[in-house]
């Protein structure tokens, strides 16, 4: 694979780095903010969802910096491990820790309802509808892979950040669209959300299968076909968890409530 000379073009590597480590900082720390003041007029917020927030920061952060971030410029396997990490493992840690309702619980109520008339807005219905968001998750991907975008990516620092950041935001919409955890998301009929994902994971699976026997420009064929089939089974895992997911929301939603005997 040919090393690029892409991102520290015209850049200090280093200031780049140093950014990218301030910005999921902030990140966790605006959360465990919004714990602390929800906590204080709430009830307790879950801890197991800050920890899912951590986690979806830390699963961005390793894809973006440090060791395998350096690896992936040359390293197709390397590259497919940020991708599974960035846009997939890390929206649905993201997902579950609900951070939509945790934000509306902590602002106040003015705030509260502005930040939610916007997410009732028509657009973010568009965006938010699962076939929508999984055109644009896995249509980004044949994208990529299919075309010089990939080769590109390598060569422009704009192209590179533009493009992990739609990998993490289309993921992260596709994930909220499917399991629609916060109230305030739209929700689609189970029925619905499920063949979406169905197709989307066929689809995913196809795009693994292509790379296989056609590997992007640059890429050896040994490492287009081990990448390929990290892709493959790791995405797959992934998968499972999403379909545990929702079927456990469908059952919950379906089974008949029980109601107290009156005496």
Not at 76 to 84: C, K
Not at 167 to 178: P, Q
Request: hydrophobic share 50%; aromatic share 12%; glycine share 6%.
């Amino acid at each position: 694979m040919h090393n690029h000379h892409h991102v520290n073009n015209g850049m200090n590597h280093e200031f780049v780095q140093a950014g990218l480590v301030l910005f999921f900082i902030i990140f966790i720390l605006l959360y465990v903010l919004a714990v602390i003041k929800n906590n204080k007029h709430r009830h307790q917020w879950p801890s197991y969802k800050t920890l899912y927030w951590i986690l979806g920061v830390l699963c961005s952060a390793v894809s973006m910096i440090g060791l395998l971030a350096e690896k992936a410029h040359v390293s197709f396997i390397a590259h497919m491990t940020s991708h599974l990490l960035l846009g997939m493992l890390a929206p649905l840690f993201i997902v579950l820790a609900s951070p939509v309702t945790l934000f509306l619980r902590s602002l106040s109520v003015a705030k509260a309802r502005l930040l939610t008339s916007l997410l009732k807005k028509k657009i973010m219905h568009i965006f938010l509808d699962p076939l929508v968001a999984a055109i644009l998750n896995i249509g980004g991907l044949w994208l990529l892979y299919t075309t010089d975008l990939y080769m590109l990516m390598h060569q422009y620092i704009w192209l590179f950040i533009f493009i992990h950041l739609h990998l993490f935001l289309a993921g992260y919409l596709f994930t909220t669209a499917i399991l629609s955890i916060d109230p305030v998301i739209p929700k689609n009929h189970f029925w619905y959300r499920s063949l979406v994902l169905v197709m989307a994971l066929g689809s995913h699976g196809i795009l693994s299968k292509y790379i296989y026997g056609h590997p992007p420009e640059g890429v050896p064929q040994k490492q287009a076909e081990s990448g390929s089939m990290l892709m493959y089974y790791g995405g797959d895992l992934v998968d499972i968890v999403l379909i545990f997911l929702l079927c456990l929301q469908w059952y919950n939603a379906s089974r008949p409530r029980q109601y107290p005997v009156s005496q």
